[in-house]
């Protein structure tokens, strides 16, 4: 997962160039391709970094053909970009150098710092638009002699151009022109895949002027059918946006193990640390201590002394409801003699008692104590208050308010409303708990799943590297249950030796990503992700299976798939150590199917480099990820078509449609919905998909769009989150190809009504789902007299408004089967017909 820009700016360089640009670049490319009895035989070739913005747009390119006047390659174009450091700004090109290489091709260095003794970055190509990994090194005597050799001669030949009025400094070749000439045909395919991709249906009315509804006819293929996956649709959960802590996870104290600390937020926030949402009031003072904890995995407490209220104010308050109970628990223990007397209360923050109850304090050591509260109210923005009047010293940790009213009334479970909502969506899987969370912001950020089990004194908090505070209530026992309540797979994903593509410097003198795992640590590590698949399978008597059993839950979890890896930047440090768990697993678990990863693009070297690992290890299932524009996902619904059928499947697993202010809309919800008939048509080779993010909770939204949204008290669903959830409910495992004939034969037109025909195993209901993503109706005729259908009746599931609407829901109605084989869909709208083998 990345922040705003990230994944969309390799190919969105060119969303703002106006038409007219376009235009004379295409003039000017149509005169450098004419006869080639006109061409040069060779130019010259200048590539170079912008210094006036520290490198960050990547390597560009530009020609001459007598090394005076200079002409550009795509302007802002980059053929190349560092992927050093984190996100967006940071990531810097500095003085690259382009020298040939002993095996051929081109290679390119640069600096990752401005000063001249800092890292180095080190990659190659054949083209000079296909590039290798990117190598990172410490300082530039840390590359073998030869290549820092070339290095120092070709940073010493560097020579300066003038280009448009700049004075750029970079590496100047002579080439054939052939080469230039196929630089300048990529960047033209890249211009008119971005004239395509950037295309919006809000523009339609300019587009299709005059357009007439569309008429369609679609006829089946019954003996073309093929099996498909039976879990296409699931959910990715990742803890961004506050989704866990203060989100999913039910607990309503904030900070309720004094664990919080000024790192979480890596000293933005000077007032974020181990007092977070505590207040003291009155004559009685409070400070953090950690002598003799209650766990060394939990080191802090509050201790008290005087007389006050000592008051925790929740997330942004305490929602409470009328006349329910909710379970009161906290750890404690007396210093003095005298056992201290407690009052605790639920309370409006004017001041109005909403319950209350006494407990004596009456052990020296650490002890746990509980009760239950009830409210006599609603109340959105409660306070917990403690309030002592002995003048004693009294030591508090683990402060706990947790409804009794859980998703399927479990202990430290989910808050009912999202946990149902998620539900609702009849996910086939969970992905979990990231994300870049998962690997983390550096090596010691890495989210270690033993962590998060056992008793929840026990276990590990740590930063999140989104930007706040973990507590890990919300563990793996508790994912793998919801899980298993849901009756959906359980995926997992691990950190593959290394951590976020985007970390920064934590623990390596490189940065985070740009290490691994030491490898005299590797073995440990490893063994901790097989131990993994002991505690969520091995017998109750087995070692990790006796933590899960003594959690409750004896029986295995039956854990058949597990992510290594996410989205990671694909170097020789990945390689090796995903290789060395992926073979690790396959020896001692061959029934567990690993899933790896693409990177986080839909092409480009990771992508690439990812998916040679995929063949040469042959891994089961490649975890791919991309956010792209409405229009990509209209223009690109082949793009799984050309799959090879005998190679890994594919894991979509982070995906959604993007558009400018990142709004949620049913814009974005119907591109996304077309796509979802394309992943229908291929799953046979796209087994999963999920979209990304899930949950983002209002006032702590790190990241748009996401599928919902919610408050303390409200759970808001985007008509993105209908589209999932209208595939969800209407999946199959049976794929029935339907031939189309339309009455306009404008492609671009075409393109925008999708359709997908599945039949229901549970069932045998034939689902048919259409896609209408034009500003006119489309008249589909519908071919069912293939089909032996007893059913009089259908129901029919239609999601439509208008496309900035964000709230945006689907109808139902009960319409005849007869009356079905003539649709009238209505512009910009999804319709799901559901067929019943007979009418009841």
């Keep these: 997962m990345k922040t705003d820009n990230f994944k969309l700016r390799a190919y969105n360089l060119f969303l703002t160039k106006s038409l007219c640009f376009f235009c004379l670049f295409w003039i000017f490319s149509a005169h450098a391709h004419s006869s080639s009895a006109s061409e040069p035989d060779s130019v010259y070739f200048f590539a170079y970094a912008k210094e006036k913005n520290a490198g960050r747009e990547g390597l560009l390119y530009a020609w001459s053909l007598d090394g005076k006047q200079w002409n550009s390659i795509g302007t802002d174009?980059?053929?190349?970009?560092?992927?050093?450091?984190?996100?967006?700004?940071?990531?810097?090109m500095i003085n690259p150098v382009l020298f040939p290489r002993n095996e051929g091709g081109w290679s390119c260095a640069w600096q990752l710092s401005p000063e001249s003794n800092g890292a180095y970055a080190y990659t190659f190509t054949t083209d000079f638009f296909n590039w290798g990994r990117q190598d990172y090194h410490v300082a530039l005597k840390d590359l073998d002699k030869s290549t820092e050799s070339l290095v120092k001669n070709s940073l010493l030949a560097r020579e300066h151009i003038s280009l448009h009025g700049d004075r750029l400094h970079g590496t100047k070749l002579k080439v054939s022109w052939p080469v230039v000439k196929e630089l300048i045909k990529h960047y033209d395919l890249a211009l008119l895949k971005q004239k395509q991709w950037s295309e919006r249906s809000v523009d339609d009315d300019?587009?299709?002027?005059?357009?007439?509804?569309?008429?369609?006819?679609?006829?089946?293929?019954?003996?073309?059918?093929?099996?498909?996956?039976?879990?296409?649709?699931?959910?990715?959960?990742?803890?961004?946006?506050?989704?866990?802590?203060?989100g999913l996870y039910a607990e309503l104290i904030q900070n309720r193990d004094f664990e919080y600390k000024l790192d979480d937020k890596q000293g933005h926030d000077k007032d974020w640390n181990e007092k977070t949402a505590w207040r003291m009031d009155g004559s009685g003072q409070f400070h953090i201590d950690s002598i003799n904890p209650i766990h060394p995995n939990n080191k802090h407490y509050a201790r008290l002394q005087g007389e006050g209220i000592f008051r925790n104010i929740g997330y942004d308050g305490i929602a409470l409801n009328k006349n329910e109970r909710y379970d009161l628990s906290f750890f404690g223990r007396g210093t003095v003699s005298k056992a201290p007397k407690l009052k605790i209360r639920i309370s409006t923050k004017d001041g109005k008692i909403l319950d209350e109850k006494s407990v004596i304090v009456d052990s020296k050591n650490w002890k746990k104590y509980q009760l239950v509260l009830t409210s006599n109210e609603t109340c959105k923005d409660a306070v917990l208050e403690f309030v002592f009047t002995d003048r004693q010293q009294l030591d508090l940790d683990l402060i706990s308010l947790f409804p009794q009213h859980t998703?399927?009334?479990?202990?430290?479970?989910?808050?009912?409303?999202?946990?149902?909502?998620?539900?609702?969506?009849?996910?086939?899987?969970?992905?979990?708990?990231?994300?870049?969370?998962?690997?983390?912001?550096?090596?010691?950020?890495?989210?270690?799943?033993?962590?998060?089990v056992g008793?929840?004194?026990?276990?590990?908090?740590?930063?999140?590297?989104?930007?706040?505070?973990?507590?890990?209530?919300?563990?793996?026992?508790?994912?793998?249950?919801?899980?298993?309540?849901?009756?959906?797979?359980?995926?997992?994903?691990?950190?593959?030796?290394?951590?976020?593509?985007n970390s920064g410097a934590h623990g390596h003198p490189l940065g985070g990503q740009q290490c691994g795992v030491p490898m005299e640590d590797m073995d440990d590590y490893i063994q901790e992700v097989l131990n993994l698949i002991e505690w969520a399978n091995g017998d109750k008597n087995s070692t990790w299976g006796k933590v899960r059993a003594a959690a409750g839950h004896p029986e295995p979890f039956h854990l058949k798939y597990i992510g290594v890896g996410n989205e990671d930047l694909i170097s020789n440090v990945f390689e090796e150590r995903f290789t060395m768990i992926y073979n690790a697993i396959r020896a001692k678990y061959p029934e567990i199917q690993v899933i790896g990863t693409a990177g986080p693009f839909f092409e480009g070297t990771d992508y690439v480099e990812g998916w040679k690992i995929a063949d040469k290890l042959n891994v089961p299932i490649m975890d791919e990820h991309y956010y792209q524009t409405p229009g990509w996902f209209i223009h690109n619904q082949d793009f799984y078509d050309k799959y090879d059928r005998s190679k890994s499947q594919v894991y979509l697993g982070e995906y959604a449609a993007h558009i400018h202010g990142r709004a949620s809309t049913l814009e974005v919800a119907l591109a996304e919905a077309a796509y979802l008939t394309a992943?229908?048509?291929?799953?046979?080779?796209?087994?999963?998909?999920?979209?990304?993010?899930?949950?983002?909770?209002?006032?702590?939204?790190?990241?748009?769009?996401?599928?919902?949204?919610?408050?303390?008290?409200?759970v808001n669903l985007t008509p993105s989150y209908y589209v999932q959830q209208l595939f969800g409910c209407n999946n199959g495992t049976e794929y029935i190809p339907m031939e189309a004939s339309y009455s306009n034969a404008a492609v671009d037109v075409q393109k925008r009504v999708a359709f997908s025909m599945v039949k229901d195993p549970k069932d045998q209901s034939l689902i048919v789902k259409l896609v209408n993503i034009l500003p006119v109706a489309a008249n589909i005729q519908l071919e069912l007299d293939q089909f032996d259908l007893k059913a009089d009746t259908a129901v029919v599931s239609q999601l439509t408004g208008k496309l900035d609407s964000k709230t945006a829901k689907p109808e139902e109605r009960t319409e005849t089967v007869e009356k079905l084989k003539h649709q009238k869909l209505p512009p910009y709208s999804l319709t799901i017909i559901r067929i019943p083998p007979a009418t009841k």
């Design 77 to 92: 174009l980059a053929f190349v970009k560092s992927d050093y450091g984190r996100w967006g700004s940071e990531k810097r």
């Design 206 to 246: 300019a587009r299709f002027p005059g357009l007439k509804p569309l008429d369609v006819k679609l006829t089946p293929k019954v003996g073309q059918t093929k099996s498909i996956s039976d879990m296409l649709v699931g959910v990715f959960f990742e803890d961004i946006n506050y989704a866990a802590d203060g």
């Design 455 to 501: 008793p929840l004194e026990s276990r590990m908090p740590q930063r999140n590297m989104w930007g706040y505070h973990q507590t890990v209530g919300l563990g793996y026992y508790e994912y793998f249950q919801f899980c298993e309540d849901i009756g959906a797979y359980a995926v997992p994903v691990v950190a593959a030796g290394v951590p976020c593509q």
């Design 407 to 452: 998703f399927k009334g479990r202990k430290n479970g989910l808050r009912k409303d999202l946990a149902d909502a998620i539900a609702a969506l009849n996910p086939r899987f969970v992905r979990f708990p990231g994300g870049c969370l998962a690997h983390g912001d550096g090596i010691e950020n890495i989210y270690h799943w033993s962590n998060t």
């Design 679 to 714: 992943l229908e048509r291929n799953a046979d080779i796209v087994k999963m998909a999920s979209y990304a993010p899930l949950l983002a909770k209002d006032g702590y939204t790190q990241w748009r769009p996401d599928l919902i949204y919610f408050s303390n008290t409200d």
